[in-house]
């Protein structure tokens, strides 16, 4: 999933863009088949393509192979309009990655928690994690732009408030579709020296900057707080219908079962895990 604004004031993020209500809608345990149906995008890793090869899709393998299910998949890319025309249409059950308490969905427990992050080429030294260092006044720094809407991504935000506009350059989240992984175009630029500095969503930066030709630092942001109501880390949940209680109550308690496993899967795939002990309080009790 990429948070944005969108998806609950992010996330890219990262971390994307949902709207439309959401219907209640029968459970998914009477899916045809013994399927678990997963609504995903097929063009957005780290979190899915249509290849299976995003933590989401290894994800939902997991969760499937523990329920005794095969998984299938709805493909609609995570822009405006996606849960309504995929998990509110009844075409697919459950989402891998909404924000913990996404009022559009039912969400499960967290099953992880990631932060906004700081990604810079080794060789420059810049070991940048706070953004009230002076030198973020001098230094090229690209963000994800969710659209002309003003509800960008926290950095995007938290950037404008200290007056550092001049010196920012912005990366469409959604990009050009019609190439593999638009979000990764920021990361890209950071590796080809076009900016100094990424602000960007953990698995977003994460991941690119493993899969990066240059190393690349990647170091979470600090003083978050001082920006609030803007947040910067974030609880990421599984989201189904509301109303469908079996399915979540089915995906929690895969969830507390193999926590240790989803944890490794994350880091195997770069994901900055701000906090491995994720609260169960943050999803729905």
Not at 51 to 80: C, H, I, P
Not at 94 to 99: I, K, L, N, W, Y
Not at 213 to 238: C, Y
């Amino acid at each position: 999933m990429r948070l944005s604004s969108d998806w609950a004031a992010l996330t890219v993020a990262l971390a994307l863009a949902l709207a439309g209500l959401i219907g209640i809608a029968s459970p998914a345990s009477a899916a045809p088949n013994g399927e678990l149906r997963v609504c995903a995008d097929p063009n957005n890793l780290p979190f899915s393509n249509n290849t299976d090869a995003g933590f989401e899709n290894k994800l939902a393998s997991m969760v499937a192979e523990a329920l005794g299910r095969s998984v299938s998949y709805t493909w609609w890319a995570q822009r405006r309009g996606f849960v309504r025309n995929t998990l509110k249409s009844d075409k697919c059950d459950v989402v891998m990655g909404v924000p913990a308490g996404y009022e559009l969905v039912e969400t499960t427990k967290p099953y992880y928690r990631s932060t906004y992050v700081f990604v810079s080429r080794q060789d420059e030294h810049l070991d940048l994690s706070s953004l009230l260092d002076p030198r973020l006044h001098r230094l090229t720094i690209g963000v994800h732009l969710v659209g002309d809407d003003g509800n960008n991504p926290p950095p995007a935000q938290a950037l404008g408030q200290l007056g550092i506009v001049d010196n920012v350059r912005g990366y469409p989240i959604y990009g050009d579709y019609r190439q593999a992984d638009p979000p990764a175009r920021l990361i890209e630029a950071v590796e080809r020296g076009e900016i100094d500095v990424a602000a960007a969503w953990g698995p977003l930066g994460g991941y690119f900057a493993a899969h990066s030709k240059v190393p690349l630092s990647v170091a979470p942001i600090r003083d978050g707080e001082r920006f609030a109501p803007q947040q910067f880390q974030f609880a990421i949940s599984m989201g189904v219908r509301k109303g469908d209680h079996a399915l979540r109550d089915q995906l929690n308690a895969f969830i507390d079962a193999h926590r240790s496993d989803i944890a490794a899967l994350l880091r195997s795939y770069g994901v900055p895990l701000f906090d491995e002990r994720v609260s169960a309080s943050g999803g729905h009790e």
